[in-house]
């Protein structure tokens, strides 16, 4: 159950999502036969999702829906979600990708906080700015009303988000799918977030004890 005041959200993107339009009909399910689809297929573009999934509920919240997931993207989902519940504690779970940890976001988290802007040094030369393992120090102070909390190297698993992803990519964007634009794909994207949200949005049970022993 979480806490009153406290928010805990599992964030990422998904990236390179093709909008592969099938150039021939399926050929329908019969007696003894599975559908078949034919391979022949035709690319229209690509587009993405920056999500953050509401740990405690299930929701996912303010996601973008959009080609790009540079600096500025990353840190307009992170706007749009804080903006919610601005007075909150709330916690990102992140993986080490640059664009979380950018000078951007150290600005903006500066800005909540109440710290001089020059103060924070300068990018590639020197304070909290210098490099990525001083931007991540900044950004996981735990004093700070918005943390972010990194999962170590190659363990981006551990993150919710991507049990989400995998959903998604079963259910809607799976070899069956079939996308005349990124239009359509990306309306298909926004229409299964909302179906999602209102009838199947609910907080994982994760049973991973962090025991990676073997027996």
Same mark, same amino acid.
């Given at each position: 159950m979480a806490d009153a005041g406290v928010r805990?959200?599992?964030t990422d993107e998904k990236m390179a999502i @093709?909008?592969?339009e099938?150039?021939?009909?399926?050929?329908?399910?019969?007696?003894s036969q599975i559908e078949r689809i034919d391979p022949d297929y035709e690319r229209?573009?690509?587009t993405g999702i920056i999500a953050s999934r509401n740990v405690?509920?299930?929701?996912i919240v303010n996601p973008l829906v959009?080609?790009?997931r540079k600096e500025e993207d990353y840190l307009e989902h992170i706007k749009r979600v804080v903006s919610l519940n601005p007075n909150d504690k709330t916690f990102f779970i992140n993986d080490n990708l640059n664009t979380h940890q950018s000078e951007s976001?150290?600005?903006y988290i500066a800005g909540i906080e109440g710290?001089? @802007?020059g103060v924070l040094g300068v990018k590639g030369k020197s304070g909290i700015l210098k490099n990525m393992e001083s931007r991540s120090e900044f950004l996981s102070d735990k004093s700070h009303q918005i943390v972010f909390v990194y999962t170590p190297k190659h363990c981006s698993w551990l993150n919710q988000i991507e049990i989400w992803f995998s959903i998604i990519t079963r259910r809607l964007l799976n070899r069956r799918s079939s996308f005349k634009s990124v239009a359509e794909l990306e309306q298909k994207i926004w229409d299964f977030i909302n179906y999602y949200n209102q009838f199947l949005k609910k907080p994982f049970k994760w049973i991973f004890k962090g025991n990676l022993s073997v027996v």
């Open positions: 805990v959200y599992s @093709q909008a592969i099938h150039t021939t009909p399926k050929t329908p399910m019969e007696s229209h573009g690509t405690a509920t299930g929701e959009q080609p790009t976001l150290v600005s710290i001089d @802007q």
